[in-house]
């Protein structure tokens, strides 16, 4: 079965653009979350999608926003973008929100 | 709300030696609490989990941990680490009943191994 798969894995960004990325849960998962990681900050939830509904959601602005659709793929969105986002975007899925969450590789975000 | 510590930002052991990473969370219920392990430009692998039950968990590659609720701690542990082992691990407590499936880590710890 294949694994949580994330993309683009790499992405470059100057600041006031906006960027989406992508995420595809593990077959027959339906919840899906976020996470940032940063050397600062560390790892910090975004937010978690269940059922194309977002469950939850972490202390970051508006400018962070995603969704969920009905095949349980996910996408996050980051609108204006600042020197700050640069990080580590993690997307990980579980069968359901009880569940142990398998992380895919990530999302290299770079804002210059 | 919850959160997790992990005292130690590095540790250096020798190949061979054994290996514990401490960490202990606060929370208010009974925790869900996880171990995790990142490489190098790598994603976030599960070692192994702690639900309910026995107090003592295996997990893969040969890991360990016991949840000891007196201590509120979760330390992980190896017998005879291998070169393989070092990177950073990644201690996390998960209230899934009250916030769902929302994951709080630690700082981590990064593992170097000595030949």
């Known amino acids: 079965k294949a694994g949580v798969t994330q993309t683009p894995r790499y992405l470059i960004k100057t600041r006031g653009q906006q960027v989406t990325l992508s995420c595809s849960p593990i077959s027959g998962h339906r919840s899906v979350s976020w996470y940032q990681q940063t050397p600062g900050q560390g790892l910090q939830f975004l937010f978690e999608?269940?059922?194309?509904?977002?469950?939850n959601k972490g202390n970051f602005p508006g400018r962070f926003s995603g969704r969920q659709f009905s095949n349980s793929r996910s996408e996050m969105n980051v609108s204006t973008l600042e020197l700050g986002d640069s990080a580590l975007y993690l997307c990980?899925?579980?069968?359901?929100?009880?569940?142990?969450?398998?992380f895919g590789p990530g999302t290299r975000l770079t804002v210059l | 709300a919850q959160s997790v510590t992990q005292p130690d930002i590095h540790i250096t052991v020798s190949e061979g030696a054994s290996l514990e990473l401490r960490c202990n969370y606060s929370y208010g219920a009974t925790p869900y609490l996880f171990w995790y392990v990142q490489s190098p430009g790598q994603g976030l692998q599960l070692l192994l989990k702690?639900?309910?039950?026995?107090?003592l968990v295996q997990g893969i590659k040969g890991f360990e941990a016991e949840f000891k609720r007196s201590q509120s701690s979760f330390n992980l542990r190896k017998p005879s680490v291998h070169w393989s082992d070092a990177a950073e691990y990644f201690c996390a407590v998960a209230a899934i009943k009250a916030a769902g499936n929302k994951l709080t880590f630690g700082g981590g710890t990064r593992v170097l191994v000595k030949p």
């Open positions: 999608y269940f059922s194309e509904t977002q469950r």
């Open positions: 990980a899925s579980s069968l359901n929100r009880l569940d142990e969450q398998f």
């Open positions: 702690y639900f309910s039950g026995d107090t």
